[in-house]
Each structure stands twice: as C-alpha cells, then as structure tokens.
C-alpha cells in the first residue's frame, strides 16, 4: 500500500515536471466551455460589436466558423456582415467597423492538413471592448478547431470532401455544433452508420427550463476525466519503451500494484484538471459553492472508470500505435452518444437511452443531476461503488494481462 | 548467491539459451563473456525474473525465481543494458524511486541516495532531469538505480557500453566497491579486457553454450604455458599450416593477412617462426607476441575473432 502511495506521487511528480502538457490538459476543456459559454449563456448584451468578414476560402471548415460566429446567441454581441476585400479594407481603415476578419483561401485545406495558416484580423483601434471581445472569441474558436482536429481529423476530411462537394447551406441556419452534426448525419453511413443517426440535435424548447450550458457543463467536466485517461493509459508503452516497466516486473512488488497506482494516478489528475475548470463553472453557472467538493470527489473517483476501459484496451493493443487507435476510435461515439458533446436531453431518446450504458454517461449523469438540484449528494454516489467496482475489475483485468505480456 | 542450472531459453526455434549452468559466489564477481547476440541479455533477464526459462532453474539468494519470486527479486539489483531511467523525474527522484521500490524509506533512504549521487558524480546535478544529461550520465544513474538498496546480488549487463574511457575506469572502481562489501556481481561483457581486468570467475559464452568457464589462470593454463605470436602480412595458408606444424605450434587463426599462432617458450621460438615462416614465401610486416589472453582463447575455441 505504502509503495502504492509512492508511485502515485511519483507520477504526479512526472506530470508536473511537464507542465505545457498538463496546462494545456486543463486549457482545452476551459476554451471549449468558454466558447459554449459565450455561445449558449447569452448575457451581457449591451455591447454590440460589428465584425466584418471576407471569406476567400469558402469551404466548409470556413462556413464552420462562420456559422459560429453567426449564431443567435452571439448575434447579440456580434453583428457580422459578409464583404469584399476591398470593401472590408476600405471600412475598417475608416473606422467604420469593430473588425475585418479574412479567412484566406486555402484555409479550410490547411487546417484539415495541420499546416500553418492564419486568419487575418484587422481591429478598429478607437475601439476598446468589441475587438478584444470579437479576437477573444475567434482564438476560443480555433482552440476548439484544435480539439476537434485531435480527435476527428481523419472524420471532418471526410465530411469536408462531401459537404464541399455538393454546397453549404445559408450560414445564418443554426448553431455551428447543430451544423456538423447534420453534416456527420449526411455521410454517416460512411464512418459510424449505427450510432451516428442524429437528425436534429437543436434542443427542443418546450421541455427544458434550465440553462443549456449548464446541460453542457458535465460533458465537458469529463474531458478533464479524458485527458487523465488518455495519458496514464498510455504510459504503460512509455515504460515499456524506456525500460522502468522492466525494473518494476524485476523489483518485488505485485505487478497489479502498478496498475492500481496508476488508477489512483487518474483519480488524482482528473481532480487536479477538473477542479479549476469546476471552480470556473461553479461561478458561470451560479451553482451553490456547497457543492463543489461533492461533486469533484464524484468526478476524481468515477471518471477513471475511463481511464481503466482505454488501459485494458492499450495492454490487448498489439503496439501503442494501434492501441491509440482504437482508443481514439472507440472514444468518439462513446462521448458523442454518452452526453459529452451533446448533451443527453438534446438527443433523439433512443439515443439518449444508451447513454447510461456508457461509462461516460453513468459518470455524467448524476452529476448532472446533482447540479441541477435534481437529487442531493447522496443520490449522486448512490451508484459510487458499483463504479468503483466496475473499475477495479476493469485495472485487474489489465494487470493481470499486462502482466502475462512482461513475462514473454 | 546464484544458482543457474541447466537454463535454457527458447524464442520459436531460436534458442538463445542452451542449457547453461554456472554459481556466483559472494564477494566475487562472475562474468559472462560473449559476442553480440552470444545470450548473455537473456540469460540476465532469466535470472532478474523478466523472462520464463523454458527449461532448467534459477535460485537467487536461496530462493527458486519461478516459485518464490517475490523472495528471490528482493535481494537482486538490476543494471539493464538498455537505459531503464525516467527521464521527466530528477536523478534524485529516480534513486528514491527505486530504492522505495525495495522498501527503503526514510533516512536510510534519503542516505543511500545522497550517498549513491556522489559515488555516481552526480551530486551537483542531482535536481536535473536526466532529459538534460549526457548519454554517459545517463548510463551512471542507471547504473545508480540498480544499486540504491544495496542488493546482496548484483546483475550488471554491459554497463559500459557508450561510456567514456575516463567513466568506464570510475564504472570499475565502483564495481571493484561492491565487491568488497561482500556483493555478489553478475558481470556480462564482450569486451576482453573489462573481462581480463574485473573478473574473478568466467564463462565464455557462444550462441547460448558455455564454451569455456571458470578462473582467469584455469582459463589461460587451457594453453598449457603456450604464448600466442600474431603476425600480420600475407600468407599462402596450406604452406603456412604445414610450417606452423613443424614447429610443433598451433594455429589458432589464419587468413590471408594475418597469422596467429600458439606455441612454447614463445621469445625464444619467435626467430625460427619468423624464418619458417618467411621461407614459405610469405611476406612479414609486423609480429607480436603475448600471453595467451581471453582473447586468443576465444579464437582457440570458436575459431572466430571476438570482435567480428
Ligand atoms: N524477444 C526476442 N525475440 C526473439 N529473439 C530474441 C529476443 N531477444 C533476443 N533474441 C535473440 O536471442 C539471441 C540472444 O540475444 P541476447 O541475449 O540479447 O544476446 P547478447 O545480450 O549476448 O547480445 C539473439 O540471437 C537475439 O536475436
Ligand atoms: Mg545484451
């Protein structure tokens, strides 16, 4: 137990002594719920920015971000208004205009492809607010891009091939989350064809009297759970490759100790991740600070959960290559259908209904809930052990093989 | 303090390990040496518990590693050839590691790692991440983390591969060290002289076989007094052999540039060699003569040169 405790500390240690990766662990999530933030939660709409755009690349990556920008809620502070280059640059050099944004052509191309590209934006500097406000917005969006393409870049050039094939409808439409996902719907057959049935993901208004980003909020709470999985799932390769997984089989621990500090590992750094993003959230959403050790104690000790089902799916992977692969593969339509992108009450029901089968949706909602002061804190860790238990087995399991896998 | 008995290790067809026996007694240093590929890694992850023998027994500080792992791992520490670091955690962090890892703590712990950082040299750089040092650094905190604990036996598998002259000798120096604590060293190389230089008891090891084992001068009396005269020019080798065997000498290599030869009382037979041997028509740029070295013996009983 005690050398348990020392490896947990010890990985810790490891991951703050690469900090980019573990700020930037925490800055995903956080641009993401910015962006929902400033798309969903509405607000402060007494400024009123003008932002001018031409759009030399019009693709559907583009149509994306323009889509976004153009969004009801955002149209209460962004007033945006397509134009010529020329147009543009005579306007904003006469102050007439928060921004001129051009998005270059070839952008869309660039950015599937990861190479450097920028979008240019040219402020008004007699204004203050507006065009830190619209530059704010843009570098969230493009974070989000980020993460989308690290998850999904194979899929969106998939998508972009056959939405730019056959034109984009009018950008004003609906919300650029609403707007990929119809486009996904069109080509899933292709990629996800039982899971990917989404017709309209546009939230139905009637039934829901709570914030829709407070909906969100969850969804996004377990990237944090994601990013812990991901990287001590995959650090039995990295030991593997730099040879202290060979000093640990050689020292006399029990070879399941490994596993189950690892799995404390998790639970340490999804709280760790979590938390200030929680703190962030606890203050947007208004939700009473009497919650928030509850609620980051439920998230440090079920999310994991995640990190055991893509461990256990690395030690049966024949490489790290492929053992990423099928995580990133399998990851994807497990956050989609468990509520991570999309929130359940948004979905089609019987997409909704397997939301509780995932390990994401089982740890999400009864967060949600709790949140939501829909039950209390019992209620939410009614189903802690069952979690717990799920996962132990799941580190077992993984032990177990790894274990067999060492010992050629 | 170990035990190898009849030890084989197969991977599919290739046996690497074949039927190998030899002890490592405390206080001394046994070495393995053998060329690349010769099995002494495998022979060393066998014994540290990394790798199922196929067939025969491993006893490690009394205890059978099959049976009683646990027991048996507890007195072993491991030096791997490959590099077995964490690179994102400091050198200190690293000995505290591991030597937690055998159940060290508290001021006995933070002693043997202050007190292993400087034997190792790298006191002043303690606090750096090893993704900073140099290849030979590196290899000194590996060499570190295998003895943090103090283990009564000691597995060291080629430690010197990649370290500079001047660390290799300090390398030595530390070895000779847990010698003299009583320590039980497993050394592998296929360097003759870190062989000739270091160790007590030998095995020569080729393509998984002990070929030849036991103490430097039972290895070298092999040649019953015999010196090795090595000659290098060009030969005609069916009239070379015949010469050599009037001389009554052995060949021990030939090839149409170099000559190596085993013979009696070699200073004063190097005269008549030379003129035999120049009589065959050869041609003669450079002679040497030795004692029998390790490896003269590796080419006695291989017929091939160690280094190839
Ligand atoms: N994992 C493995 N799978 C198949 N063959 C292996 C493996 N490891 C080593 N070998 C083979 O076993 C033999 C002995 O290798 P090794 O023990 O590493 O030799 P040495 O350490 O003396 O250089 C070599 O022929 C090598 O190619
Ligand atoms: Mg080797």
Known sequence: MRFIFITVLKELKRRFNDPGALISSIMIPFAIGFLIASVMGGGGGSIKAGLLVTDLDDSFISQGILSALGQDQVADMVTLEKISLDEGERRINEGDGSAHLVIPAGFGQAWLDREEIALQLTVNPSQYVSPRLIREMLESLLDLGDYLHKVFGDELKIISQSVDSDGLVGISTADFSANITDKVSGIADLVFPPLMEVEDVTPEPEGLSVNMGLLMFPGILIMAAFFAANGQSSNFWTEKEKGTLGRWVASPNAFSAFWVAQWFTAMALTALVAAPIMLMGFFYFDISFEKYLSALAWLGLTGPVLFALLSLIQVLAPSRKSGSMISTLLMFPLLMVGGSFFPTETMPKFISSIAQYTPNGRVIEPLKAYLIGEHGASGMFAELWGILLVTLVLVLLTGSLSARKALA | ?308
């Open chain 2, 1 to 308: 303090m170990i035990e190898v008995r009849d030890l084989q290790k197969s991977y599919g067809d290739l046996i690497a390990v074949d039927r190998i026996s030899f002890r490592g007694k405390a206080g001394s240093i046994f070495g393995l040496l053998g060329p690349n590929g010769a099995g002494k890694s495998t022979c060393i992850s066998c014994l540290s518990g990394l790798l199922k023998p196929t067939a025969g027994s491993v006893r490690v500080g009394g205890f059978d590693m099959s049976t009683e792992a646990i027991k048996a791992k507890s007195s072993l520490g491991i030096v791997p050839q490959e590099l077995a670091i964490y690179e994102d955690l400091s050198a200190r962090d690293n000995l505290a590691f591991w030597g937690a890892a055998y159940g060290l703590k508290g001021d006995k712990l933070q002693q043997r790692v202050g007190h292993v950082l400087n034997r190792i040299g790298l006191a002043d750089r303690a606090s750096d991440l090893p993704k900073t040092y140099s290849g030979g650094m590196k290899r000194r905190l590996n060499f570190g983390c295998g003895l943090v604990h103090e283990p009564a036996i000691l597995l060291l598998d080629e430690p010197t591969v990649g370290v500079d002259p001047q660390s290799r000798e300090h390398l030595f120096e530390l070895v000779r060290e847990e010698k003299a604590k009583g320590t039980c060293v497993l050394y592998t190389t296929h360097y003759m002289e870190e062989a000739e230089k270091l160790c007590d008891e030998l095995a020569i090891i080729d393509h998984g076989k002990i070929i030849a084992t036991g103490t430097l001068e039972a290895l070298r009396a092999e040649f019953g007094g015999n010196d090795i005269i090595q000659l290098s020019g060009s030969f005609d080798q069916p009239k070379v052999e015949q010469a050599v065997t009037e001389l009554h000498g052995e060949v021990l290599a030939l090839a149409t540039d170099t000559l190596m030869i085993a013979i009696r009382d070699g200073a004063r037979s190097l005269p008549s060699v030379l003129q035999s041997i120049s009589a065959t028509g050869a041609e003669i740029h450079h002679a040497r003569l030795s004692e029998p070295n390790l490896e003269s013996l590796f080419l006695k009983l291989t017929g091939k040169d160690l280094r190839a």
